[in-house]
């Protein structure tokens, strides 16, 4: 399955943020929200947060924001996988643990040993996935949250 990292640009933004999760899965914020984010935090510090569209083809099907500011007093937000979703109309075909193995060699390819993330720990499917591709719980819960960290 060919999926891939393309930038935010005036040609996607409108269609990422058009894109949702389902009711029962209030474990990210909406797209437009994050884009507004990843604005403000590269106001402050250009390049840090890196929001990309993932595209199945010609289709784009989720979105993903990536964080990378080694100056993050907290390590755990240094590297880290900030917000991911795949569109509720698109989920359960492949497409998330397609597109985190593009994550995973993105950050490699950016100089990056280690990636953290977290989720609820109810997130049943993003348990499930980030398992899949060598995430492991660090033991630490933060904001009703659990870290998860993967050593490249
Ligand atoms: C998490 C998410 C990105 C996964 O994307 P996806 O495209 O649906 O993922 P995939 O199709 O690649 O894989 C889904 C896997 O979950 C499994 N799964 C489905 N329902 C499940 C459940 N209730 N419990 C455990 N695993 C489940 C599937 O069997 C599949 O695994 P398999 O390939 O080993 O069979 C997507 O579900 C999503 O956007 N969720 C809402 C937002 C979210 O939670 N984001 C992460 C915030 S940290």
């Known amino acids: 399955m060919i999926i891939k990292l393309e930038p935010i640009n005036d040609n996607n933004r409108d269609a990422v943020v058009a894109l949702s999760v389902r009711e029962d899965q209030p474990f990210v914020a909406t797209n437009d929200y994050s884009l507004r984010e990843a604005a403000e935090a590269n106001a402050k510090a250009p390049g840090t947060a890196r929001p990309f569209a993932i595209c199945a083809g010609e289709k784009i099907v ?3 924001m990536l964080a990378l500011d080694p100056e993050d007093e907290n390590p755990v937000d240094r590297y880290c996988l900030w917000r991911f979703m795949i569109d509720k109309s698109e989920q359960g075909k ?3 643990q397609a597109a985190l193995h593009e994550i995973i060699k993105y950050f490699k ?3 990056v040993d280690t990636i953290y993330l977290s989720t609820a720990p109810e ?3 993003g348990l499930h996935v980030y398992h899949k591709v060598g995430f492991k719980e ?3 819960i933060e904001d009703g949250e659990a870290i998860f960290v993967l050593k490249l």
């Open 138 to 140: 660090t033991g630490e």
């Open 62 to 64: 989720g979105f993903c």
């Open 123 to 125: 997130n049943e499917v």
């Open 94 to 96: 492949g497409y998330g």
């Open 109 to 111: 390819e950016n100089g």
